[in-house]
Structure formats: structure tokens, C-alpha cells
């Protein structure tokens, strides 16, 4: 906002660069009526909600309330589960991705996954990144390839001169954020982080969070985090989900609310968001 | 709906958070009550012109200096310790700035004191007496209604300070005509020019009577909102 003083005209914006509104959002996934369950057991249900592209999403909730479920159910991850049966749709840029012919090995390609632990393959650093294009055949200037994802990834620095180490060699920091060199080596448009920075320390968390924040110019972010600072510190847009205890002690998970990243922490709509970040309850 | 999370978590966390919050905020209250102490003694010396109680109204600011630091400190290591969100740092927040507002009524009461012993030689004019009873009495009705609907969250009994706020406002309207009027006794011109100042006094604890309000207003609503723009009057309650 900008007021005019003496002829002049002063910027007085204070606050940090508000979100686009709604309208110049494009939707990466529009998640309608999502339920998901586990041989017949319901682990979540009735979630709607839309992903916005650029945009860092985190899913904060309790333990047990299918947040990373959901996260799982956006590149398949849950087909791995034999018992696993998913509900509602999910439209991926207006596509059912879960229609009849999605394939799941093209959509993981699309979407790319950093898990909690940092899981490096027992190679060198260089072929772990260049495990993804190798799979897929996008060999052609896999050297350069390689290097735009350390680089991404805020790791060519310190590895540069070890590509043929060991990736075990590095520290755990150091090993996510080769995961994330490796997610996006095959050039993803989305990347999905199910708690990303758990078992990591303080300054490590930190360096992932910047990436995060690098990262959204070129890719649309969803963290899971237990950590609600950091869902506080990183994201755009907050879903909060919690736990319905069914008659017989079923419990399942719901989305209670859905906002601005910075309405979640200053004004959340729901009761029980407020007791959830304001640390009383839950 | 879902079952309440106080509901599936009986137990309640942070207990000694919460004990940080409530602490600060009965602080914030006592700092009140220094306050209406310091505003009554600040009246009674300008109206009986007794120089020792103004010089007691301006030492007791120290105690209400002392309180505010206190205040300040505790709001500090809140922020520093607890990351407060949601409705806990709209509470710190409000308490941050209801805490600079008081601290300045006393101010406000420390400068009438000094008037009050400037002009102690000088001669009192009887309606502007009786005025200023009427304006202290307004400010500290005021400060107890902005006080009391900041720890009740009571929103209505905040948007009320601007009604009130209008009738100490005339009321320094009244004094300023009152003291053109005053005639040609330069002792008597004098004491009302100090006088003009001392209602000017009265008047702005009133509009941080009304600053108050406004954060019961943010506290309970999560909107930061003016109650009344001076820079655009034409859109003012109650005028």
C-alpha cells in the first residue's frame, strides 16, 4: 500500500508480501470428498481442499490424523499398500489421478518424494542423483543434469569435489539434501516432504528450510511437519488436520481447517486449531 | 463436527505458559489501578493547589515506570521462550501496547502535577475547577470501563470509550473557550493558560483510554481497527 505525504508517494507496507488472491492461483490438485482406508479401517475421510502451484503447503496435525496418508495419496505412494483403498478424487491439472489409466510410475516422475530419514542409495553421491535419469533415459548431458541438482539443492558446494564418494560419507543434513537432488534431478513439478527435517539438527533444518524457500520459485511444495514453527516459518497455505474418535474407538482423520499460512497463526476460524497451535491441547 | 480436542485431551498443556499469560496480564491491571491512584492525586493537588501531593504524583511515577519494565520483561521473555500464536499473541500484543498507553497516563498526570505547582501561587478559577473535577472523574470512569472490557473480552464496553471519549473532549472544548473568556487579571490569564495544558492532559489519557479499547477490540475480533479516524472525521462515530 502506498499513501501520498507532501506530493509524495511513501510506501507503507509493513507486512510481508500478501498472497495472491484466489483468482491468480493456478491449482496443481483439487482434492475432492478424499477418503482413505486400511483393510476397511478409516484413516481419513471427507478431505476437499486445492494445492496452488508455487505455493508451499503444510499439512501440522496430531499424531494419527492422516496427514501423511494424504500426502502418500498424491503420487501413488498408497497403492504400494496392498490394504490401502482410496476414495474421492483427486484431479492432478484437472485430471483424475486416480482414473483408469493413470500411470503410477509417470506420475512418481512428476512428482517427486523426500521421506523423513534421508535414504541415499549405497553408491556414490553422483549416482544417486543420476539414478532417476538413468531409469527413465534421460541420459543426454547427465553430467550437467546432475550438477543443476546439487546446485538446487544447495549441495554442489560441498560435494563437487567428491562426486564419487560414498553418499553414506556425508552428514545427515547433507544426505537430505542429496534426496532432494535426487527428487528433482528427473525435473518434478511437484515435490511432496513427509517430515523432511525431523531427524535433522537445528542448522541442517534450517538449510532445508531455505531450500524449501528457493524451491517454490520452480516447484509446488507439501510438507508434512510435526514441526509447527516450521509449518509457521516455510509455508504459504496451512491445513490443519485432526482425529475423530468413532463410537468404537475408531479414530479417523479429518481436515479442520484450511488457510493462509499467517491466518492460522494469528486468527485460526476453528476452536480446535487454536488449541492445537497454540500447544494447549492435543 | 469432530470432537473437541479438549475433549480428547483432557489434560491440559503448557500449564506454566498459561501461568506466564495470567500473570502479565493481572500486572497490566495493578499498573491500572497505579494509575486511577496517580490520576486522583494529580486532581485533588490542582484543586486544593497543594504543591506536597503534586510532588507525591510525580515520585509515585517511579512506581509506575517500575511496573512497566516489569511488564515489558515479562512480555520479552515470552515472546523469547513461548512463541506464542493465535489468540496468545494477540493477548501479548495488546498487553505490549495497553501497557505503553498506561504508562504514558501517568506521564500525562505527572506533567499535570508540575502545572500544578507552577501555578500554586497563581489564582484558580472556579468553573475550570469544577471542569477538571469533571474531566478526572470522566478519565478514570475511562480507565476502569476500558480496564475491566479488556479482562472480561467484552467488546461492547470497549466500543463504548468513544461515547465517553466525546464527553471529555467537549469538556476540554468548554475549558479552552472558558479560559478566552478569563478576563484581564494576568495572575487569573496565567493560571488558565498553565490550565489549557492540564485539560489537553485529561483529554489524551482519555484517547488512551480509547487506544485500550481498540486492543480488547483486536484481542477479541483479531482485526487491528481505528475506532475513530481523525484524519477523516466525517466518518466518526458520534459525530
Given at each position: 500500500m502506498s499513501v501520498t505525504m507532501a506530493g509524495v508517494n511513501v510506501d507503507v507496507t509493513t507486512q510481508a508480501r500478501p498472497l495472491p488472491a484466489k483468482e491468480f492461483r493456478e491449482v496443481v490438485f483439487d482434492v475432492k470428498d478424499l477418503g482413505v482406508s486400511y483393510s476397511g479401517n478409516q484413516a481419513l475421510q471427507d478431505v476437499s481442499l486445492e494445492i496452488y502451484r508455487n505455493f508451499v503447503t503444510a499439512f501440522i496435525g496430531p499424531s494419527g490424523c492422516g496427514k501423511s496418508t494424504f500426502i502418500r495419496c498424491f503420487n501413488h505412494?498408497?497403492?504400494?499398500?496392498?490394504?490401502a483403498k482410496v476414495e474421492g478424487t483427486i484431479l492432478y491439472h484437472g485430471e483424475d489421478?486416480?482414473?483408469?489409466?493413470?500411470?503410477a510410475v509417470e506420475v512418481r516422475k512428476r512428482i517427486g518424494m523426500v521421506f523423513q530419514k534421508p535414504n541415499p542409495f549405497p553408491k556414490s553421491i553422483y549416482d544417486n542423483v543420476a539414478f532417476g535419469p538413468r531409469v527413465l533415459g534421460m541420459t543426454d548431458g547427465l553430467d550437467e543434469r546432475v550438477e543443476r541438482a546439487l546446485q538446487q539443492s544447495a549441495l554442489w558446494d560441498e560435494a563437487k569435489d567428491r562426486l564419487k564418494s560414498s553418499a553414506l560419507s556425508l552428514s545427515g543434513g547433507q544426505q537430505q539434501r542429496l534426496c532432494i537432488a535426487r527428487c528433482l534431478a528427473v525435473e518434478p513439478e511437484v515435490i511432496l516432504m513427509d517430515e523432511p527435517a525431523s531427524a535433522l539438527d537445528p542448522i541442517a533444518t534450517t538449510r532445508i528450510e531455505d531450500l524449501m524457500h528457493e524451491l517454490k520459485k520452480d516447484y509446488t511444495i507439501v510438507v508434512v511437519t510435526h514441526n509447527m514453527q516450521q509449518a509457521a516459518r516455510v509455508a504459504d497455505m496451512t491445513a490443519f488436520f485432526s482425529v475423530n474418535r468413532g463410537e468404537e474407538g475408531q479414530r479417523t482423520g479429518i481436515l479442520v481447517e484450511y488457510d493462509a499460512t499467517s491466518k492460522i497463526f494469528t486468527?485460526?476460524?476453528d476452536k480446535r486449531t487454536e488449541d492445537y497451535v497454540t500447544g494447549r491441547f492435543g | 463436527m469432530g470432537v473437541s480436542l479438549r475433549d480428547e485431551y483432557p489434560d491440559q498443556m503448557r500449564l506454566s505458559f498459561q501461568e506466564e499469560l495470567d500473570r502479565l496480564e493481572a500486572n497490566l491491571q495493578e499498573e491500572s489501578e497505579l494509575i486511577l491512584r496517580s490520576l486522583r492525586g494529580a486532581i485533588n493537588a490542582l484543586e486544593q493547589q497543594d504543591a506536597e501531593l503534586a510532588d507525591e504524583v510525580i515520585a509515585f511515577d517511579d512506581e509506575v515506570d517500575a511496573r512497566y519494565l516489569e511488564i515489558t520483561k515479562g512480555i520479552e521473555q515470552l515472546l523469547a521462550r513461548q512463541t506464542p500464536v493465535a489468540v496468545d499473541l494477540r493477548l501479548v500484543l495488546a498487553v505490549l501496547h495497553i501497557n505503553l498507553g498506561l504508562e504514558r497516563m501517568a506521564d500525562l498526570c505527572v506533567t499535570i502535577s508540575k502545572l500544578t505547582k507552577l501555578s500554586a501561587d497563581l489564582k484558580p478559577d472556579d468553573t475550570l475547577v469544577e471542569a477538571f473535577e469533571e474531566m478526572g472523574a470522566r478519565a478514570e470512569e475511562m480507565i476502569r470501563v476500558a480496564m475491566k472490557s479488556f479482562s472480561e473480552r467484552e467488546l461492547e464496553g470497549a466500543e463504548s470509550l468513544v461515547d465517553l471519549d466525546e464527553l471529555i473532549d467537549r469538556a476540554n472544548r468548554r475549558v479552552v473557550k472558558h479560559v478566552f473568556e478569563l478576563g484581564n487579571d494576568p495572575a487569573v490569564r496565567e493560571w488558565g493558560l498553565r490550565m489549557i495544558i492540564v485539560s489537553r492532559c485529561l483529554e489524551r489519557i482519555g484517547d488512551h483510554a480509547v487506544d485500550i479499547g481498540e486492543q480488547t477490540a483486536y484481542l477479541v475480533t483479531g482485526e487491528f481497527r481505528e475506532f475513530t479516524d481523525a484524519s477523516h472525521p466525517e466518518g466518526v462515530a458520534g459525530e
Open positions: 505412494m498408497n497403492d504400494l499398500i496392498p490394504s489421478m486416480y482414473g483408469p489409466e493413470v500411470d486468527q485460526p476460524s | -
